[in-house]
């Protein structure tokens, strides 16, 4: 997967797998990992922010 901003971090494509993995679509999932980067350390971070970017 690529963004339109560079390249994707393995971390990336874990929370890509694991939001998709909560129903959400895969556009959905690419969306909020573009508008969480930076945000959390750990991948279980990154999912958090990225819940409550989803709502």
Wanted: hydrophobic letters at 40%; charged letters at 25%; aromatic letters at 6%.
């Amino acid at each position: 997967m690529a963004t339109s901003g560079g390249t994707v971090t393995s971390d990336d494509a874990a929370l890509v797998e694991a939001i998709t993995g909560l129903g959400y679509s895969l556009a959905e999932a690419r969306r909020a990992v573009k508008e969480t980067s930076g945000q959390g350390e750990s991948l279980s971070d990154k999912i958090k922010f990225a819940l409550k970017y989803l709502g």
